[in-house]
């Protein structure tokens, strides 16, 4: 089938029975992890469908069992604050995008994601993933905070207490808390994936589109206020962690990071809250 667009790190098509656009991360060889071209590629098929409300839903899932590593994880200790810094910004804006398009937004999380993609898969109206999946906001293992918006949208999109327990530990998220919080919507055997990706889209195509579009509307202006706000924090706070440049110290033949240690941080964290700069625009 011809591919809608020819994008270098995403795969699309269309499906007519369902009016549903596939959108696949396509970095295989980097475990689909988010670098800034696959951010502008996402930007810029995110932008095109703003205007295709004849298109009932939109499907992301990954070219491998793992949906996204998130990270390059293999070359962090070289990526500069300034790279990472556009990264989580342009990242913020695409999850906002995706929690205001006029189409349902499915992802597919397969057999896992972490840091950076858990974080992207907060802008979907629906997750689905493997029943032995392991997801996890683990950016602090890396030296990093979940910087795109994880901490406050996290924490709004789930109980407080699932995130608070999720985000400090790092550690993967087991099948029935990814369920009783929400967060995973379904689970999936080896041999049922194709039949629940079919349930979901021919469920989409039964409902009213007007009504489906202005209640997903409704749903994410009720949320509006507290996103932005919580956005402009998260902000804040990334600034002031990044100041140890810890993301630094995990390097792959490194077994124990050289992590800064928190006595030392004080001052140089107060410093940052102060001198904190404006917080980024998030308008669709």
Known sequence: MQPLFNYTTLSTRLEKTTRTLFVTLNRPDWN??????????LESLLAWCTAR?????????????????GLELDS????????????NMKLQKIIFSLMQL????????????????SEFALGADLRICSADAKISFNHNVYGLVPA??????LSTLVSPAFARSWILTGAPINRSALIESGFVTQTYETGT???VIKTILDQITKVAPVQRIQAKL????GLRSQLEAGIVMDR????????SEDWRSKKPETKEPDFMPAKSMSYAVKLSLIKNDEGPTLEH
């Open 218 to 221: 409704g749903l994410f202006e």
């Open 102 to 117: 006029p189409q349902t937004v499915i992802m597919d999380l397969g057999s896992g994601c972490e840091t950076l993609a």
């Open 53 to 69: 409300v004849e298109i009932n839903s939109i499907f992301i899932d990954s070219s491998s069992g793992v949906f996204s590593t």
């Open 148 to 153: 795109a918006g994880g901490m406050s949208m």
């Open 236 to 243: 804040k706070i990334a600034k002031a962690s990044m100041t």
């Open 76 to 87: 962090l200790s070289s990526v500069t604050r300034g790279q990472l810094d556009k990264i």
């Open 32 to 41: 689909n992890a988010f670098r800034l071209e696959m951010l502008f590629e």
């Open 193 to 195: 994936r194709t039949e």
